[in-house]
């Protein structure tokens, strides 16, 4: 087969042209998506095949070629992106199935000293983030919105609060898979985009506790637990840093979660809230009924699997004495050679492109150490059982991973239709056109770089499937205006952090939890104020850090 060469001046000799053509597959899913409200893979599909037709007619790519594209770019969010999902997500829905998740929730009832304010930020804050780390997707909404209900906080409110306190893991959610798919998709390093993501959402993360208390309480509930939500939003953002930068990008949300409700916890042995009370009597909550007080030992149980995951990640990352663990595991990474398109697709040069060598991580990949992880707490949950209960056993934790294999069907498809998507325009010269043209703003375009984060995010509901469609885009616009292209992956990254509150998955997923169906616009209309206010401060932020503050990503 004769080889391909991308162009960014396919159409008619031009490169605007040929960017606004290639914006056809782009604006096909977001019109499909929310103008028609179609479901989100069939969105995906007619895209898929909107960009299939772009490369082949507009930009003269081999039929061939672009399907077998396609393929490659499914198969990679097959694996690992997909694996990743579902082993973070059977990680968690272990802890529900052995009972232990119960004993979690009971122990933010007494870390809380009875404040419901104090006890939605350690759940919807600090034990949401820990869920966005493990299994993202949705999950830390649902879950959490249902929690902070159950304390007597009115259904909107509740809402507004999850979405808000989602924002600051969101970057590093699901063991950093956005991250990670914007190095993948680039050929970066992911690590490096994570320690600029690390300069980036700690500046969120500072402030939104203190905003959950004016969305929960207003200037009163501000007033009476401040303290409480500078603890916990300095320790979050000062450990989102640290971990990114000196420890480990896929394990930044675990780290900074349990940090921050170490510091919380350690805070209030010194320090007594005041209004509690009173924020049940304007609110209508009623004193809670007496429990049974929990035993050490089954809070020490519930908190376990996410001490084990931060040690499992931390060997299979870190390790290096005697063995070198890192090493040995990704020795075993498999690369294999595309069909079709590898040694056929060059560039001007004539060189043949680097990205048609699909790299098969099948023992390295963060989806493996979360296998590691649920096997040991596996084991645990069989072994250390109280007069039965608590129980789990093998058998069991088979059945969780094939259900959450069903739940996260139509998830799956989706993630490897956009992921087929992004393989076709970067391949075909699409998105490259796109870079280019966008490139001829010069540095302004480091100040608007995070609002095509923001964007994806908003219409897809996964800052994952955002970095997918735009990271080849930020890296040849910020490679042509001589930015550094990490920190516009950085960029994109942060932005579709503060866009996951106006997805409409996300509203229908908090409107479903806090018994709100149907009354997703009013959600909307809270949340958006303070999604474009975060939009704001990440592009002054970006900018800056493209000009002035450069000393942050160097």
Request: hydrophobic fraction near 50%; charged fraction near 10%.
């Given at each position: 087969m004769d080889t391909f060469t991308p162009s960014t001046e396919a159409v008619a000799g031009s490169t605007a042209l040929s960017a606004l053509v290639s914006t056809i597959p782009l604006l096909t899913f977001f019109i499909l998506l929310i103008g028609l409200r179609l479901r989100t893979h069939t969105a995906a599909a007619l895209s898929l095949l909107a960009a299939l037709l772009v490369a082949m007619i507009g930009f003269g790519m081999p039929i061939a070629l672009a399907l077998m594209s396609a393929t490659q770019g499914a198969a990679f969010g097959a694996f690992p992106i997909v694996y990743i999902i579902v082993g973070a997500l059977w990680f968690y829905e272990l802890t529900v199935r052995s009972g232990r998740f119960e004993d979690l929730r009971l122990t933010f009832d007494r870390i809380g000293g009875g404040d419901v304010r104090i006890q939605a930020i350690l759940i919807a804050f600090c034990f949401g983030g820990l869920l966005e780390a493990l299994a993202g997707f949705g999950a830390p909404v649902a879950i959490t919105a249902t929690m902070i209900l159950a304390l007597g906080v009115k259904p909107l409110r509740a809402a507004v609060a999850v979405l808000l306190a989602n924002t600051a893991p969101v970057a590093f959610g699901a063991?950093?898979?956005?991250?990670?798919?914007?190095?993948?998709?680039?050929?970066?390093?992911?690590?490096?985009?994570?320690?600029?993501?690390?300069?980036?959402?700690?500046?969120?993360?500072?402030?939104?506790?203190?905003?959950?208390?004016?969305?929960?309480?207003?200037?009163?509930?501000?007033?009476?637990?401040?303290?409480?939500?500078?603890?916990?939003?300095?320790?979050?953002?000062?450990?989102?840093?640290?971990?990114?930068?000196?420890?480990?990008?896929?394990?930044?949300?675990?780290?900074?979660?349990?940090?921050?409700?170490?510091?919380?916890?350690?805070?209030?042995?010194?320090?007594?809230?005041?209004?509690?009370?009173?924020?049940?009597?304007?609110?209508?909550?009623?004193?809670?009924?007496?429990?049974?007080?929990?035993?050490?030992?089954?809070?020490?149980?519930?908190?376990?699997?996410?001490?084990?995951?931060?040690?499992?990640?931390?060997?299979?990352?870190?390790?290096?004495?005697?063995?070198?663990?890192?090493?040995?595991?990704?020795?075993?990474?498999?690369?294999?050679?595309?069909?079709?398109?590898?040694?056929?697709?060059?560039?001007?040069?004539?060189?043949?492109?680097?990205?048609?060598?699909?790299?098969?991580?099948?023992?390295?990949?963060?989806?493996?150490?979360?296998?590691?992880?649920?096997?040991?707490?596996t084991l645990v949950y069989t072994v250390f059982t109280e007069n039965g209960r608590y129980r789990l056993g093998f058998g069991a934790a088979l059945d969780v991973a094939g259900a959450c294999l069903y739940r996260m069907r139509w998830s799956a498809l989706t993630i490897m239709l956009v992921l087929a998507l992004a393989y076709v325009m970067n391949f075909s010269g699409q998105t490259i056109a796109i870079g280019t043209f966008l490139a001829s703003l010069g540095g302004i375009?480091?100040?608007?770089?995070?609002?095509?984060?923001?964007?994806?995010?908003?219409?897809?509901?996964?800052?994952?499937?955002?970095?997918?469609?735009?990271?080849?885009?930020?890296?040849?616009?910020?490679?042509?205006?001589?930015?550094?292209?990490?920190?516009?992956?950085?960029?994109?990254?942060?932005?579709?952090?503060?866009?996951?509150?106006?997805?409409?998955?996300?509203?229908t997923i908090a409107a479903t939890a806090v018994k709100l169906e149907g009354q997703e616009s009013e959600i909307f209309k809270k949340v958006l104020p303070w999604s474009l206010g975060f939009l704001l401060v990440v592009c002054t932020l970006v900018y800056l850090q493209s000009t002035v503050l450069s000393w942050m990503v160097g």
């Open positions: 063991v950093a898979i956005p991250i990670t798919t914007a190095g993948a998709l680039t050929g970066e390093d992911p690590a490096v985009i994570g320690a600029i993501v690390g300069h980036q959402a700690p500046f969120l993360a500072l402030v939104v506790p203190t905003i959950l208390l004016w969305v929960l309480d207003g200037w009163k509930g501000v007033k009476d637990v401040w303290p409480v939500a500078i603890v916990a939003g300095i320790s979050f953002a000062a450990a989102q840093w640290w971990s990114s930068n000196h420890f480990s990008y896929e394990l930044t949300d675990v780290v900074a979660c349990l940090v921050s409700l170490g510091a919380v916890v350690l805070f209030l042995q010194v320090w007594k809230p005041r209004g509690a009370a009173g924020y049940r009597q304007r609110n209508g909550i009623e004193e809670p009924e007496p429990s049974a007080r929990l035993k050490p030992g089954r809070v020490w149980m519930a908190i376990l699997p996410y001490l084990v995951v931060v040690a499992v990640f931390g060997i299979g990352k870190l390790w290096t004495l005697g063995i070198d663990i890192p090493a040995l595991l990704a020795s075993t990474d498999l690369k294999l050679h595309w069909p079709v398109t590898d040694g056929a697709i060059v560039n001007a040069a004539g060189e043949p492109i680097s990205g048609t060598v699909y790299k098969l991580t099948w023992l390295s990949s963060p989806g493996t150490l979360l296998v590691i992880a649920g096997l040991i707490m375009f480091a100040f608007l770089s995070p609002t095509l984060g923001w964007v994806g995010t908003a219409v897809t509901g996964s800052d994952t499937s955002a970095n997918a469609l735009f990271s080849n885009l930020q890296h040849t616009a910020a490679t042509n205006a001589g930015l550094d292209p990490n920190l516009l992956l950085a960029a994109n990254t942060s932005g579709g952090v503060v866009g996951k509150m106006i997805s409409p998955q996300s509203l």
